[in-house]
Nanobody, 124 residues
């Protein structure tokens, strides 16, 4: 399975960006697909995930109300719409797939496949 993330860039605080992540390769039905991020000198943290089976969504408290995760089943693609961006959102954003979302959507060690990361920089 390959994950290709795109959409990162430089934006001013208060602005918006939309990230995309397309999955290709092995045909499968992932249980959950979503986004993590890692800022310099910080651990990788879960941002938002969507269940492929029932579209249930999960968000970190820090992004609730500002970020929206969605999917396109036909394209095997997940999106992250990021609004009202803050400087603290600056990070390398990774998309990932888990087949065990019930064990804890935010636990990065449950994710089997990872994309290469796309950089989001928010200037204040």
């Amino acid at each position: 399975v390959q994950l290709q993330a795109s959409g990162g860039g430089l934006v001013q605080a208060g602005g918006s960006l939309r990230l995309s992540c397309a999955a290709s390769g092995r045909t499968f039905s992932p249980y959950g697909m979503g986004w993590f991020r890692q800022a310099p000198a910080k651990e990788r943290e879960a941002v938002a995930v969507i269940s492929w089976t029932d579209s249930r969504t999960y968000y970190a408290d820090s992004v609730k109300g500002r970020f929206t995760v969605s999917r396109d089943n036909a394209k095997n693609t997940v999106y992250l719409q990021m609004n009202s961006l803050k400087s603290e959102d600056t990070a390398l954003y990774y998309c990932a797939i888990t087949t065990n979302i019930n064990a804890g959507w935010s636990l990065r060690w449950l994710y089997d496949y990872w994309g290469q990361g796309t950089l989001v920089t928010v200037s204040s």
